[in-house]
């Protein structure tokens, strides 16, 4: 055990040690250095350690052998260990980092930032006031000595903005000091009397200034312009010390100050903290400069500590852990990313594309960024969940509001900036060589935020249950990641296969239907990967989070492990649509909707705990208060995966842009993630009411409008794929509509469909998407006549449209029948006319879809195009087979799914007679109308062939051509705006209304960041006015002035 | 075993008889075009020449295998249709396969025809056939929503979807039939019955003298033969079915045949007096009064 007051002897000592050396012992010097900040690090792990396992007990420190307040009063207890240890390893590693920095300039900066950590640690263990200015003061001076490291004008401005808003600030907490001192006659904190002291006169005073300036070096906003010009103006790694390491120190004497807090400036805190959480991630939307970019992040992170300081009462016991796994997040992951920042040296996030040649560092930014946003598995997802529960135990809604407001902002800029890194155009040059000094505190920054994440979840009663095994097998696959794809793709099916063989056995009713649309889908889907040759790096381990995710929401118990499920499976999902060549801006809109969703998923759940015990999703059965809020939330939440109107403009973009074998997986497979949601939350809740009104009354109307548009705006694609993507938002307008019927047929249809959606979105984007493989090309007006090339995809996709269209005798008949059964029964007559009529406009898109790739006229350049390559093909014709099979014997498929739907919903269920179903009103043998219709066509095809014995094959030109002769394919082959006189008639339902209204919200979010962020003029002054009109203000708050 | 062949003598019994029917209709009304027309026309048997002589065409050619089976799933079409249908109510053997599906069998079932024959249109390579397949599916969907929402009015009315019952409820006089008993649905899927039999003004798809002639133009020889067939056949069942659904259907052959041309002479009536719509207008058309009538329909079963 060593005495913490090494601490400061070592750091000390050091510090004036390096004033002997010479500048040719540098080397030396800076070693010696680092060895003393690593000797800090392992005294305050030391602490930690002991702390925590209850070997050591926390102990007082007072210097020069006398009591307080005559002597400097140091405290070691859990808290500080951590504290310090955290401020420790970021003096080291940062240290570290910047080793050939600091030795270009001499021994002084590393004396600077001896100082800097020493005076840090003292803060945190200080419990004496005038101690405490000391020491900030020290570490401020020694910051600005870091600031100006770089030497330029900005940073030479910065470090001068910096010390002038420093100076003042402590002048404030002196006065403060002062105050105390003059009526408690006491400087240790300890001393003085706690309780709402606030309101005793001249008293409050002091602690108002002690607690404000101790908030305004957090830089709260608006005072906070000369922080941010600090981040933009210094060098990268000494914005982690200002960051990670003073942001640490500060918080934790805020932390201290607790006890003297009165309600009102709680409150009035923790208003600061959402504030400025909020407002610096709004402004961050604008901002292009990586460092600033940064600072505004890492001013936000630090706000919503100070929000959570100031809830501190409210949160009872989760109060360390919620602020405990956010601030560690934010020091691990700031750090990381400032780090990262100062290797590539741009001065635009527009110019980091240089990052992705360097893989290991690309993934780490994610890592980093991840984390940040409060993504499984790190320990921000943990305390967001606990501090999002809390809240809502207490009534706190608009707390929660902006808690989630805010990490979306947040979300917006981090992943349009991880997007630019991942597709903007690459730049030419080459990333410097990094030495090792740099890789290593990144790196091991990356591995502390991952284990903390499991350390977060294992000290967590629920979250402790959460199976990481699919987690840690999918991150298994970037460590194999330089494998040729044969054995990659091998490995992933097998080890997917395994997980549905495990589960199976514990599989019941929708359990198990989506579990093999996840899984067994999941592997028939990644049979067309072994068309891809080469390494394909990056996509297994993101397909596999991915199926991770999906798997996980069937294994999920909790409503802790369905949300981490649904976070996993949305980061996978984003991952493989971002790698497809034009999906930039696609990608980002997908994962903005999915969080927001997520956010609103989120927050049902965590209203969903108020007055209820545990966390099991069966709370979501028995709930007694807020539950049509909590059944809207979900259903918002989920009806951003299934992109339901209004919440869809994400999925063209989306799918369409990506690889052949991902758009299945995204469209086919991830889509019903949302319809399983949607299923097990009225399962648990059944229909609600709101204002008199059921919910599902409006999620009906809301299917049918979904239908009619997504099938419409489908029929008017040029794009193939984009047509599928918006076949795909039609049927899962049905899908929702079957749902809010809430009745048996309606269920069974919208589970039917949800499989053969399945099914026959799978071949067509995999038949397509060979098309386009061999093509390259997606526009079906510049295809034609494929029939003879690729006849086996041509098969494929003629199936496929027969189902889809829900033609007899294929089963895709069985959804509209089912359907219109639901209807008479539920009495939507209208909405029933409106989804068949939706089901015809199906039609339109499926004839040209056929018809302007397969059909019509042959182009020149296609007369040596191959058939897709057999491993995009086999994965059709498997669930081709089962379409067939479905098809004549469909009580094969509905019957089980029937029962499966009867214990909650039992009436009208269908009578079963071997294949005969017989509904209330109607009948329908799917084996019997098969064998009639094959039988008639029979006949008549070998009529046909009798008397067509002697047919003789014409070349592609001998066609009737009124008194002409055809020119070109192109101008023969009659598919560009095929439907040109719909759009003339009924277009004015296809305007992209909603892709208006996001765009609009999304400029009027942008231009208020925009207006907001010039109160940042530069100006020292303005700046100053900006800390004194803080200080009134909060002022008049907390001593009811307002 | 005996009831399957005796069931598929009748039916083939059925299908001669409505071919021949189908025929017949098709010379007298194509006459009477041209009386109105003041033209002397064609002879009432032309139709039945028109088959022979393309069946006897000796050169045949091909575009390829969807144009060649087309042909087949356009005649299946027009026959399942006519055979998931109760044709003669009340008779075990004229009703054929109608116990194996009910009224949505055949509502989707008619689109397998429809969609066969455009895939083998479209192989042909020419582009009046996409065209013309272009403009059909496009205005199907308009009237289709009217005809959706008078099959739900009735549907509605007789709660049941099967033909046979909604017939069975029409028995015992005029006063019984659907049209008069159900008028607002009645309209509707009278005007919906107009575009679905493809005459003037709803006659785009095919359009003579336009895009001559849509979807068969390149068809010939006896493939052409077998579309002739269906076009006899496929407009019969479809008579029949309105027939079914809103006149009382028939107990015998004499009353089928009157009752069914006489609804056909509703779209010959109209088809004669108006012009061809544009295709946006016969969409737009059907989006708007028909339309209404449609909804009032299904709102006056609802309340």
């Not at chain 2, 109105?36 to 390829?64: E, F, L, M, S």
């Amino acid at each position: 055990m060593v005495t913490p007051i090494y601490i400061i002897v070592a750091l000390l000592g050091v510090a004036f040690a390096l004033g002997f050396s010479g500048q040719k012992q540098i080397k030396a010097a800076g070693t010696l250095a680092l060895g003393a900040l690593a000797f800090s690090l392992f005294v305050s792990l030391e602490w930690l350690i002991g702390l925590y396992t209850e070997t050591y007990k926390s102990t007082q420190i007072f210097t020069a052998g006398v009591n307080p307040p005559f002597s400097i009063n140091l405290f070691m207890g859990t808290g500080e260990a951590l504290f310090t240890t955290l401020i420790n390893f970021i003096g080291l590693f940062g240290g570290l980092y910047l080793f050939n920095k600091l030795i270009k300039k001499g021994r002084s900066t590393f004396i600077a930032l001896l100082m800097l950590i020493m005076g840090l640690n003292v803060v945190v263990m200080t419990r004496d006031m005038f101690n405490l200015f000391v020491f900030l003061e020290i570490s401020s001076v020694a910051t600005a000595g870091l600031i100006i490291l770089n030497q330029n004008k900005k940073s030479l401005a910065a470090g001068f903005k910096y010390i002038i808003a420093t100076g003042i600030i402590a002048g404030i907490l002196l006065i403060g000091i002062i105050f105390m001192y003059r009526f408690t006659g006491s400087l240790n904190i300890d001393d003085i009397p706690t309780g709402n002291l606030l309101m005793i006169k001249g008293f409050g005073t002091a602690i108002f200034l002690i607690l404000t300036s101790i908030l305004l070096e957090l830089k709260p906003f608006p005072a906070n312009g000369w922080g941010l010009d600090v981040y933009q103006g210094t060098h990268a790694g000494i914005s982690v010390f200002i960051s990670a390491a003073s942001g640490t120190a500060l918080l934790y004497v805020l932390y201290k100050f607790i006890p003297l807090m009165s309600p009102s400036f709680a409150f009035a805190l923790s208003l600061v903290g959402g504030l400025t959480f909020i407002a610096s991630n709004l402004l961050g939307l604008k901002q292009t400069h990586p460092n600033r970019l940064l600072g505004y992040s890492s001013i936000g992170q630090i706000g919503l500590v100070v929000l959570v300081i100031g809830l501190a009462p409210y949160l009872g016991d989760k109060f360390e852990y919620i602020a405990i796994a956010l601030l560690g997040t934010h020091v691990f992951a700031k750090a990381g990313l400032f780090w990262i920042s100062g290797i590539i040296q741009k001065d635009n996030i527009r110019k980091w594309t240089i990052l992705r040649k360097n893989k290991l560092l690309t993934i780490l930014f994610g890592v980093f960024m991840l984390a940040l946003l409060g993504f499984p598995p790190f320990p921000s997802f943990f305390g967001k969940w606990e501090l999002i529960t809390e809240l809502a135990g207490n009534g706190f809604i608009s707390w929660m509001v902006i808690i989630l407001l805010g990490s979306f902002l947040e979300a917006v800029y981090l992943f349009r900036w991880l997007g630019y890194i991942l597709k903007l155009e690459a730049a030419k040059k080459e990333l410097q060589p990094i030495s090792w000094n740099k890789y290593l505190p990144i790196i091991i920054s990356a591995i502390l935020l991952i284990a903390s994440g499991f350390g977060m979840s294992y000290l967590h009663e629920h979250a402790k249950f959460i199976n990481y095994i699919p987690l840690i097998v999918a991150a298994a696959f970037i460590l194999i990641d330089r494998l040729p794809v044969f054995i990659k793709n091998t490995l992933a099916i097998a080890s997917v296969g395994l997980w549905y063989y495990m589960m199976y056995p514990d599989l019941e009713e929708f359990r198990l239907i989506f579990a093999t649309i996840f899984l067994v889908g999941g592997i028939i889907t990644l049979l067309a990967g072994y068309a891809y040759k080469g390494k394909r790096q990056g996509f297994y381990p993101m397909a596999l989070i991915m199926f991770a995710g999906l798997g996980g929401l069937i294994e999920a118990k909790t409503t802790l492990e369905f949300f981490f499920a649904w976070e996993l499976m949305t980061i996978g999902s984003y991952f493989l649509i971002i790698r497809g060549k034009k999906s930039i801006s696609h990608a980002l809109s997908y994962m903005l909707f999915s969080l927001g969703g997520a956010y609103a998923i989120l927050a049902a759940f965590g209203l969903a705990t108020v007055n209820n015990t545990g966390i099991s999703l069966d709370i979501l059965a028995n709930l007694n208060i807020y539950a049509p809020a909590i059944f809207i939330l979900l259903a918002i939440g989920f009806m951003t995966k299934t992109a339901s109107l209004g919440l869809h403009i994400w999925l063209p973009g989306a799918h369409a842009e990506a690889e052949t074998d991902v758009s299945p997986m995204v469209s086919a497979i991830l889509l019903k993630a949302g319809l399983f949601g949607l299923i097990v939350m009225m399962i648990k809740m059944g229909d609600q009411m709101i204002f008199g009104l059921s919910i599902s009354y409006f999620l009906g109307w809301l299917g049918v409008f979904t239908a009619i548009i997504g099938n419409l705006m489908a029929a008017l694609q040029e794009d193939a794929k984009r047509l599928l993507a918006y076949s795909s938002i039609g049927v899962l307008g049905y899908a929702l509509f079957g749902l809010a019927l809430m009745s048996h047929l309606g269920w069974l249809g919208a589970t039917s469909i949800a499989i053969t959606h399945f099914m026959f979105k799978t071949t067509l984007f995999l038949a397509i998407g060979g098309v386009v493989w061999r093509l390259k090309t997606k526009n079906m007006y510049q295809m034609g006549g494929l029939i003879k090339k690729m006849p086996f995809s041509f098969i494929s996709v003629l199936i496929s449209i027969i189902v889809l269209a829900g033609i007899p005798p294929l089963t895709g008949f069985a959804g509209k029948w089912l359907f219109f059964n639901a209807i008479m029964e539920k009495g939507w007559y209208l909405q029933g006319a409106l989804i068949s009529f939706a089901g015809v406009i199906a039609f339109l898109y499926c004839f040209r879809l056929i018809h302007s790739v397969f059909l019509g006229q042959l182009k020149d350049e296609h007369r040596n195009v191959k058939e897709a390559p057999f491993w995009i093909l086999l994965p059709q014709y498997i669930i081709l087979g089962v379409l067939i099979i479905f098809s004549a014997f469909p009580n094969s498929l509905l019957k089980p799914i029937g029962e499966f739907i009867t214990p909650y919903l039992p009436n009208g269920a269908l009578v079963w007679d071997g294949q005969m179903a017989y509904s209330l009103y109607g009948y329908w043998n799917g084996e019997l109308i098969m064998y009639a219709v094959v039988g008639i066509f029979v006949a008549v095809l070998l009529w046909i062939i009798f008397w067509n014995r002697k047919i003789k094959k014409v070349k592609q030109f001998d066609i009737v051509y009124a008194a002409e002769r055809p020119f070109l394919p192109e101008t023969t082959h009659y598919a560009y705006n095929f439907f040109a006189h719909y759009k003339k008639a009924v277009g004015i339902l296809a305007q992209p209304m909603i892709s208006n209204f996001w765009e609009g919200v999304s400029e009027i979010g942008h231009s208020v960041s925009d207006k907001i962020r010039r109160i940042y003029n530069g100006s020292g002054q303005a700046y100053l006015i900006h800390i004194i009109g803080f200080i009134v203000i909060i002022f008049l708050f907390t001593f009811g002035g307002f | 075993m005996d009831t399957i062949w005796i069931k598929l003598l009748f039916s083939l019994l059925t299908i001669f008889i409505v071919l021949n029917y189908g025929l017949l209709l098709q010379g007298v009304v194509r006459k009477i075009g041209a009386r109105v027309g003041r033209r002397y026309g064609i002879r009432w048997y032309q139709p039945w020449i028109d088959i022979i002589k393309n069946y006897a065409k000796r050169t045949k050619i091909t575009h390829g295998i969807m144009y060649y089976i087309a042909p087949a799933f356009r005649l299946t079409g027009g026959i399942g249709l006519l055979l998931f249908m109760p044709v003669i109510y009340g008779t075990d053997m004229f009703s054929n396969f109608s116990f194996t599906g009910d009224l949505l069998l055949l509502l989707y079932f008619q689109f397998f025809g429809v969609l066969g024959m455009a895939l083998g249109a479209a192989e042909g390579g020419h582009p009046y056939s996409a065209m013309g397949v272009s403009r059909g599916l496009a205005q199907v969907t308009a009237y289709e929503l009217t005809l959706t929402l008078g099959i739900i009015a009735i549907a509605v009315q007789y709660q049941t979807l099967s033909i046979t019952e909604i017939v069975a409820a029409q028995q015992g006089g005029i006063a019984n039939w659907t049209i008069i008993t159900n008028p607002l649905a009645g309209i509707a899927l009278m005007l919906a019955f107009l575009a679905a039999m493809g005459r003037s003004p709803f006659d785009v798809v095919i359009a003579p003298q336009e895009i001559p002639i849509g979807p068969p133009t390149e068809f010939h020889s006896g493939l052409l033969g077998v579309l002739q067939l269906n076009r006899a056949i496929f407009p019969a069942a479809k008579l029949i079915l309105f027939m079914n659904l809103l006149f009382g259907g028939a107990t015998d052959w004499g009353t089928l045949i009157i009752k069914t041309f006489l609804i056909y002479m509703w779209s010959v009536f109209v088809g004669v007096a108006f012009p061809r719509f544009r295709v946006d207008q016969s969409i737009r058309w059907y989006l708007f009064i028909p339309l209404i009538i449609g909804v009032l329909a299904v709102l006056f079963m609802k309340f």
